[in-house]
């Protein structure tokens, strides 16, 4: 029940910042960070491999302390930001073949400053977020499903996920 009220104030939230302009208003300090997983935060967003190259698949992996695990956030001016790997700067988060929608997955990406690049942060609680697509605000990064190494990060629709542990993240240094 508490998961379902939950829900329903952030989906209420969410309604009625998108009639304002889409600001989500979380703002983070420009800086490096480690997104876990607020469902088990010894695993990490991870850059596969730790390979720093466009297309390489972005994952959940267990906490390594490595620079495929710490992301840059940098804002986009506009209460978004681009997230930067730490293995090299030019290379962000971004959605494959700027596919925003529903499943669409999430790699690196040579940074162009495009939309498919570009992330709203929604705070739920203290340093707990949903990472939410500046394409289309209703599509969050999720893992869906357990956290475990290697499984793949990707777009999903909020409404339809908004109870899903696997779609909050914690943003901390």
């Not at 949903?130 to 990060?153: E, K, Q, T």
Request: aromatic share 10%; with cysteine.
């Amino acid at each position: 029940m508490k998961k379902i009220l939950l829900c329903i104030i952030t989906l209420v939230a969410t309604v009625n910042v998108a009639s304002a302009d889409c600001s989500l208003g979380a703002n983070i300090k420009e800086g490096y960070y480690v997104i876990s997983s607020t469902v088990n935060k010894n695993f990490c967003v991870d850059v596969k491999m730790g390979v720093a190259a466009e297309k390489t698949n972005i994952q959940i992996h267990h906490a390594n302390g490595t620079k495929a695990q710490k992301w840059y956030f940098e804002s986009a001016g506009d209460d978004s930001y681009y997230i930067r790997s730490a293995l090299d700067n030019n290379l962000v988060l971004a959605i494959k073949n700027d596919a925003a929608v529903e499943g669409g997955n999430i790699q690196l990406a040579r940074f162009n400053g495009s939309e498919a690049q570009r992330w709203y942060l929604q705070k739920i609680d203290k340093g707990e977020y949903h990472i939410r697509s500046y394409i289309d605000y209703m599509l969050v990064l999720d893992f869906n499903g357990r956290p475990a190494d290697r499984v793949n990060i990707k777009l999903a629709d909020f409404f339809k996920d908004c109870d899903k542990e696997s779609i909050v993240w914690s943003i901390h240094k």
